[in-house]
């Protein structure tokens, strides 16, 4: 409907029409236009655009609204935004143009956004909001409520008085819950909660997610490296936190980037996969190598040409499964070095019941087929499903070790288990799976 009324340029019932929508589903609607038709939207709104939907576009959709936006707009639109939202706006813009921008806003946000933007990307510093309010331990209830009253600008939301020193170091924090059932001459120092969890700046925000999930927390203060307050972080923004690391390790199991959004380039999206489908060709080539050691042992018997991709595949998915728990668990913290021995015994003795049913499941029915439907002799077709069985127990005993063996040792070295883990797993599998079930065959079935 929308689409129509841009396409016949009625600006009127445009406007009416996203005036009854929330940021959030303004942008939803970007998302769904072509790029034409987001650049006639954004003309047609103007200033008019509520800003929090910038916050809320996904990249390619972003820029696109950046594009046709005037610096003065973009301008306006940054500076109704929280800090943190402001800097997840402008951090993908170019230097030139990021400085265009902030060059047009009001001195303080600009100094804001600027501190914001010297953190790393991911850290807690980049995602907090710089805008708290603190007051002095020796201050009572009443003129801290008073101070409220007087203050012109505080925090769009917040959930804790903060309670700091002179130097603005945190000594503890009052829950508003608690704050308002105090008596007004009440010392506010008496009532705040001793030693909070406190965020260093410069921590990655996966390990504030953990804290927040660990200690059931709505919002905690951001400190830099002098222990001085600079922000803090609220659950909203660990809600995000957790989507987009979610979606980040979804994404990166498959070996590809987060192009998942309709509005990014074909060119990029391209891209960003052939890298890892090169990887996973050399991998390819390398279980071919394998094979093609034992191409005689093949010509002399055809029925492993048939079997062997039944090897590979179980292990593959038995790996798979093991790496998928594996990445998750040291995504949550619960995969650690105290747990890693009792996990990996764990993953082997599943990987040894199941690699012996399959086995057995698999064997006989080999066995059978090769000697029901193929008119072999009983005795060849029972070795026939005895290698079978004995490469299959191998291959998913090999698959369970290498799917949390190798996410582990990855984390060690510094490495994203969830964007490395699956080429090597698959090359583990796909090699020990031929060269077992292959090299078993040429020293027991083939003279």
Same mark, same amino acid.
């Given at each position: ?10 600006? &009127? ?70 800090? &943190? ?35 790393? &990307? ?8 710089? *805008? ?32 700091? *020193? ?30 909070? =969890?406190? =965020? ?94 034992? &191409? ?152």
């Amino acid at each position: 409907m929308i689409r129509e009324r841009i396409d016949e340029r009625d600006d &009127d019932e445009v406007r009416r029409q996203v005036a009854e929508l929330k940021p959030a589903d303004v942008a939803d609607l970007i998302e769904q236009l072509g790029e034409d038709d987001t650049r006639k939207l954004v003309e047609i709104e103007g200033a008019e655009l509520p800003a929090e939907a910038l916050a809320e576009l996904e990249d390619g959709a972003r820029d696109t609204v950046i594009d046709a936006l005037s610096t003065e707009q973009l301008a306006e639109a940054v500076a109704e935004l929280d800090t &943190d939202e402001a800097a997840f706006v402008l951090e993908d813009m170019g230097e030139k143009d990021r400085a265009e921008v902030l060059a047009e806003m009001p001195i303080a946000d600009r100094l804001a956004l600027k501190a914001a933007l010297e953190y790393d &990307d991911e850290t807690a510093g980049r995602i907090m909001q710089r *805008d708290v309010f603190a007051a002095p331990g020796y201050w009572t209830v009443g003129q801290i409520l008073d101070r409220l009253r007087s203050v012109e600008r505080l925090p769009e939301t917040f959930y804790d008085v903060y309670v700091v *020193d002179p130097g603005y170091k945190i000594i503890g924090l009052v829950p508003l819950s608690k704050f308002i059932k105090a008596k007004r001459d009440q010392i506010v120092q008496e009532l705040c909660t001793p030693e909070p =969890i406190v =965020i260093d700046a410069k921590m990655d925000q996966e390990e504030v997610a953990y804290l927040f999930e660990k200690y059931n927390l709505i919002s905690a203060p951001v400190v830099d490296d002098s222990k001085r307050l600079v922000g803090m972080v609220t659950v909203d923004d660990v809600v995000e936190i957790v989507r987009e690391e979610i979606n980040e390790d979804m994404l990166a199991l498959a070996g590809i980037e987060e192009d998942n959004a309709i509005n990014m380039p074909i060119r990029k999206v391209a891209r960003s996969r052939f890298v890892w489908l090169l990887v996973n060709l050399g991998t390819a080539i390398l279980a071919s190598f394998i094979i093609g050691l034992f &191409d005689a042992t093949i010509q002399q018997m055809v029925a492993l040409a048939i079997l062997m991709p039944i090897v590979a595949s179980m292990g593959g998915n038995a790996g798979t499964q093991t790496m998928t728990v594996a990445v998750r668990n040291l995504s949550t913290r619960t995969l650690t070095g105290a747990t890693a021995v009792r996990a990996v015994w764990k993953e082997t003795a599943v990987s040894v019941i199941n690699g012996a049913a399959f086995a057995v499941l698999m064997g006989v029915a080999a066995g059978l087929w090769y000697a029901g439907l193929v008119g072999q002799p009983r005795a060849e077709a029972t070795a026939l499903g005895s290698v079978l069985a004995a490469a299959m127990i191998i291959n998913m005993l090999c698959a369970g070790l290498a799917g949390i063996l190798i996410p582990l040792g990855l984390q060690r070295a510094g490495q994203d288990p969830a964007v490395s883990s699956a080429v090597f797993v698959t090359t583990v599998t796909d090699v020990v799976g031929f060269f077992a079930f292959l090299g078993l065959a040429a020293t027991f079935l083939v003279n």
